[in-house]
């Protein structure tokens, strides 16, 4: 705690002499790429002559509804942007494809009422965390989400894709942190997201898919956080599942899986809560759960 008290400490005295040295200022073409940004999403206030830049500090786990983050620690350079956080702010524009002009941007968090789809602009940029959630998107995700292979957590959670999931994503190595709950995707589960060997949560809630849960989810190794709550699945839970030993959290309720619990649960070692309420599993309860204490 104390360690950590002096680390921020630290770390906002470093923002402060950089404040002092380098006057926050922005490099000039990156602010006209934020007005074009704040153009494209329906944003107005902006202009060139305010202080674009708010900060200087990522926020944690993209936890900020209003805010420009800056980088001015890039020796003899202006400030350069990496990071967007516009939550929550009645913006009813469409994604920015003038993103792409901002090339040191690493985290983008837009959760609005923003429609369209993910521009093709996009693949070119090396973000690290994205979120699109909460919006009113469309169409399918696209195949080319899965050229920005910088990406660690991808959330485009609560829109309106539709389609099945391109088996491109499964290009996606980095990525740890995967949500495409309450959308409208359909389809089985395309086995290219087996190379997704990072993974250590994944949500899947809230959509229309068809056929089993994947065996391939055996490749998931790291995965601590498995959630697919009426997520349309049928057939049996793979008994694979045993097989992901960091599993913590795991819900599969409200789909339509049937069978038997597998009986050889011995390798979730992990495991903290289990949700399979609402399906169609039939047969005894396994004794390693009443060993486990688990519910
Ligand atoms: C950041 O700057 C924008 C634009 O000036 C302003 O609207 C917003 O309130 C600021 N946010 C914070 C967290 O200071
Ligand atoms: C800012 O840029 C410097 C120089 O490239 C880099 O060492 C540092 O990690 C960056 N900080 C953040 C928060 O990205
Ligand atoms: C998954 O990995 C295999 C083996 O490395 C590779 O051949 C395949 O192209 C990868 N698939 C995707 C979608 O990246
Ligand atoms: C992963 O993403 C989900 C959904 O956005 C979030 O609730 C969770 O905190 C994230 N986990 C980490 C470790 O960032
Ligand atoms: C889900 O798919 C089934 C059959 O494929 C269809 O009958 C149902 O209307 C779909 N539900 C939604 C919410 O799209
Ligand atoms: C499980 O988690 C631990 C620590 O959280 C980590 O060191 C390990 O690499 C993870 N993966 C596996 C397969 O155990
Ligand atoms: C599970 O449901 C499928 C149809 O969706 C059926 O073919 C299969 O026999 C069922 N399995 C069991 C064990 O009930």
Not at 191 to 197: F, G, K, R, S, Y
Not at 243 to 260: C, E, I, V
Request: with cysteine; aromatic share 6%; proline share 7%.
């Amino acid at each position: 705690m104390s360690s950590l008290l002096v680390l921020m400490l630290l770390m906002f005295c470093m923002g402060a002499i950089n404040l002092e040295a380098q006057d926050l200022s922005l490099a000039p073409d990156e602010v006209e790429a934020l007005l074009e940004v704040a153009t494209q999403l329906g944003k107005k206030g902006w202009n060139r002559n305010m202080k674009l830049c708010n900060d200087t500090i990522l926020p944690p786990k993209l936890e900020a509804d209003n805010k420009v983050v800056c980088n001015c620690s890039f020796p003899g350079e202006p400030c350069h942007v990496i990071g967007i956080y516009l939550k929550r702010q009645d913006l009813d524009g469409t994604l920015p494809k003038a993103i792409e002009k901002l090339p040191h941007l690493k985290h983008l968090s837009l959760a609005n009422y923003l429609s369209g789809n993910i521009p093709p602009e996009w693949a070119n940029t090396k973000l690290e965390t994205l979120s699109v959630g909460v919006n009113r998107l469309t169409g399918k995700i696209p195949s080319y989400l899965g050229r920005i292979t910088t990406l660690s957590y991808l959330n485009i959670q609560d829109n309106m894709f539709s389609g099945t999931v391109p088996p491109e994503l499964g290009g996606l190595v980095n990525l740890e942190n995967l949500t495409l709950s309450g959308n409208y995707l359909t389809g089985e589960l395309p086995p290219a997201l087996t190379n997704l060997t990072g993974l250590k949560e994944l949500r899947l809630s809230g959509n229309n898919f068809t056929g089993r849960i994947p065996d391939f989810i055996r490749s998931w190794k790291q995965l601590d956080t498995l959630e697919i709550q009426a997520g349309g699945f049928t057939g049996p839970i793979p008994s694979s599942i045993s097989l992901l030993t960091n599993l913590t959290d795991l819900d599969l309720s409200f789909n339509r899986l049937n069978g038997s619990l597998p009986t050889n649960y011995d390798g979730l070692k992990s495991l903290e809560k289990m949700y399979l309420t609402r399906n169609m599993l039939t047969g005894p309860i396994p004794d390693w759960i009443d060993k486990r204490d688990t519910r």
